[in-house]
């Protein structure tokens, strides 16, 4: 072997530059300017890069990251907050990524117990994979619910529903908002009242005069998203998922309540198939607030 100075192995002699350690990461807030780091991260784990969803999420919400000291991050989430600003009534954790390197390591544990630690007494939610489900549990998540994402390309057919539904104007976000925090249980406006940019569609629909449903489809890489869906019954329910698919010629997707089987048996029969499932676990609270039979998907499960 070659031999340095004073006798040591050359190549203990050569000094590396040692490599930051990542337990000794900050853990900071994210911005929109970390909006391609995000996408970059959803990319290394194999999910598609969903820009125009992270970029809503960082707005209506907040993230949280660990840079990797190569470039790009470590590890991210979001949180979106409901209910008053100064006490917000609950959260919803969602799109908690660790890059494949360091995948195992205790990174994603670290960046949770951080943010349930952050958000102290608030009353918590997420959507967990069978992946991401054993670390929930650990840190005291419970399952209360179910979703089922469904994809496809929606062919009508069979009677259709009844329920008149129309595009919905800046006059009627008032009764939007109303009707999302009475089925929701809190106050949701800074996801319903940024709706209108972020969806290519947003329909209500009408019995009477009356607003007795909403829904949203919005963009997401080649399909187009139904949600949020609140509706009085499944009719119209079906209504809304109707004339939304009968205005886009992607293929649509949405998550359903798993408690609604006639809605899924329905958009099964519509040519939508069930791609995952999710587990809805709470942290603090026993159950989601407000009225789970109108609650039929949400905008998306990263925010509840």
């Given at each position: ?6 006798g040591r192995p050359l190549s ?90 360091y995948a195992r390591q205790g ?52 009677p259709e529903p009844r329920t ?141």
């Open positions: 072997m070659e031999r340095g100075g004073r203990d002699s050569l000094t590396c530059v040692p490599t930051p350690s990542l337990a000794s990461q900050p853990i900071r807030r994210l911005t929109l300017r970390d909006l391609t780091a995000c996408a970059d991260l959803s990319e290394d784990r194999g999910w598609p890069r969903e820009e125009h969803k992270w970029g809503f999420l960082l707005t209506a919400g907040q993230g949280y990251g660990i840079d990797d000291p190569g470039g790009g991050l470590v590890a991210a989430c979001t949180v979106t907050e409901y209910g008053p600003r100064e006490r917000p009534a609950l959260a919803a954790i969602g799109m908690m990524l660790v890059a494949e390197r990174i994603g544990r670290r960046l949770m117990r951080h943010v349930v630690s952050a958000l102290g007494i608030i009353p918590l939610t997420l959507h967990a994979t069978a992946y991401g489900r054993p670390l929930y549990e650990e840190l005291g998540f419970k399952v209360t619910g179910g979703a089922k994402m469904v994809r496809g390309r929606f062919a009508p057919g069979g008149f539904t129309r595009a919905a104007t800046a006059e009627d976000l008032t009764t939007i908002l109303r009707l999302d925090e009475e089925v929701f249980g809190t106050d949701r406006t800074p996801i319903v009242t940024r709706l209108p940019a972020f969806a290519d569609q947003l329909r209500i629909a009408e019995e009477d005069g009356r607003t007795i449903g909403y829904a949203a489809a919005w963009p997401n890489m080649d399909t187009h998203v139904v949600g949020p869906l609140i509706a009085r019954d499944t009719e119209t329910a079906k209504a809304l998922i109707g004339s939304l698919a009968a205005r886009t010629d992607r293929p649509l997707r949405t998550d359903i309540d798993v408690r609604h089987e006639e809605l899924l048996a329905w958009v099964k029969e519509r040519g939508l198939a069930v791609v995952a499932p999710n587990a809805v676990m709470t942290y603090g609270i026993t159950e989601l607030p407000g009225d789970w039979t109108r609650r039929f998907a949400p905008l998306t499960v990263a925010a509840g």
